[in-house]
């Protein structure tokens, strides 16, 4: 592993980035092929860390999954038989481990659930209590809410379950795709808001993808079930969370860049976030084939964005922000300290230590740009986050000598990103 990166300021970016696949669909798809008892080859799948954890969980449970390349086959079904405790690493995948929760309970075996030590830091609560509420054996084996689980599966039937996704629409999603697994299939009512609520839509796009039907009850509830047999192959989508920092990029240091693999219009929540970038100065092109961003050599504007529905797009726009001359804020956030780090403190810090002024609030961060020189060249911290590490690489863009600690940690969802970053920076 690198401990830290010297990344060189750019004048400007200039060229093409095809960006990986979306990791949010390919865990979505990976689980529901994993279910079925026909094989489904998954075209075009992000190979990242996070895609890898939940794939070694899969098998460990049942799942047959071909040699990873352009393509992977998956295919199930999924149970084991007896009382031996089958492990669950989900490494630091939220998303793996909210899922997997779920999918467990719906599915024969005894299963221990577990991660990295930040992932037992991070919240289950809600969906612990809705699994039990739902007849599902979930015993939280050190601290109640947290990893790790002990799951006797198979328990969880059809019927009526209640879930709060106020701090994660993973909750939600995880309750819906698990859906898939149950006879007669579930009756899901989120409570309350739901937070990041387009990465239900895309839960939901992907199960009609597969064959199920996912329909709105007038009391707010969601209806899946069985409809049609599932596809013999699916091409996962890009990635819209990996490919802003590149759009970003254009605003900070200036000039024309092509991102290629996306698809628009998108149900990615992150796609959104294309409306932030335009708010904030950088000019977008939309098509069907690519995305285009540019911008001249001037400050981007401030800005006051609400980004409760694309969270994960706020590290590449207070990056952008920290070079704007004034104010912007990023609120309805509050669920980002809950991510791979406490994501409103990180930025803060980092954004600080790059010399521009941030205050982490409840549910907002303020960003004050544009960032003074610093006395001596900045090391970024990543708190071994992704997205961190990202936004620390935008933030480099502009200033000599500095260093990025940790950078490898993008391997998460993207572990090229710093290669596709070189390849568009013009230098010198």
Known sequence: ???????????????????????????????????????????????????????????????????WGRSVSVRGPLGREGKREVLLDAGASGTAARFLAALAAAVPGLYRLTGSRRLRERPMEEL??????????????????????????????????????????????????????????????????????????TTIATLAAFGY???????????????????????????????????????????????TGLSWPSADADARAAEALEAMGVGIERSDVSIVARAGRGRPDPASIVARDFPDAVPALAAL?????????????????????????????????????AIAGEDELVVVGPRRPTAVAPRLPTFEDHRIAMAAALLSLSSEGTLIENPDC???????????????LVRG
Not at 228 to 256: E, H, K, N, Q, T
Not at 331 to 357: C, F, N, P, V
Not at 410 to 424: C, M, Q
């Open 321 to 357: 922000a920290a070079h704007a001359e004034g104010e912007s804020r990023f609120g309805g956030i509050a669920h980002l300290r809950g991510k791979e780090s406490d994501r409103l403190g990180a930025l803060a810090t980092l954004l600080e230590t790059a010399g521009a002024r």
């Open 128 to 201: 612990v209590a809705a699994l039990r509420s739902a007849g599902a054996s979930v015993v939280c084996a050190e601290r109640e809410g947290f990893l790790p689980l002990v799951i006797t599966g198979g328990m969880l039937e059809r019927g009526e379950v209640e879930v709060d996704a106020g701090r994660s629409s993973q909750f939600l999603s995880a309750l819906l795709l698990a859906a898939a697994a149950v006879g007669g299939g579930l009756s899901i009512r989120p409570r309350g808001t739901v937070v990041s609520a387009p990465y239900v839509e």
């Open 1 to 67: 592993m690198t401990d830290f990166l010297a990344f060189p300021p750019a004048r400007a970016v200039r060229g093409s980035v095809r960006v990986p696949a979306s990791k949010s669909v390919t865990n979505r798809a990976l689980l529901l092929a994993a279910i079925g008892r026909e094989p489904v080859e998954l075209v075009g799948p992000l190979d990242s860390e996070d895609t890898r954890a939940l794939v070694r969980c899969l098998e460990a449970m049942g799942a047959g999954v071909g040699t």
């Open 213 to 259: 039907d996912a329909r709105r009850s007038s009391d707010g509830s969601i209806d899946v079930e069985r409809k049609d047999p599932p596809p013999r192959s699916y091409s996962i989508p890009g990635d819209w969370s990996s490919a802003l920092p590149f759009l970003a990029a254009a605003g900070i240091v200036g000039g024309r860049i092509e991102v």
């Open 410 to 424: 993008v391997a998460k969802s993207y572990p090229g990103f710093f290669r596709d970053l070189e390849t568009i």
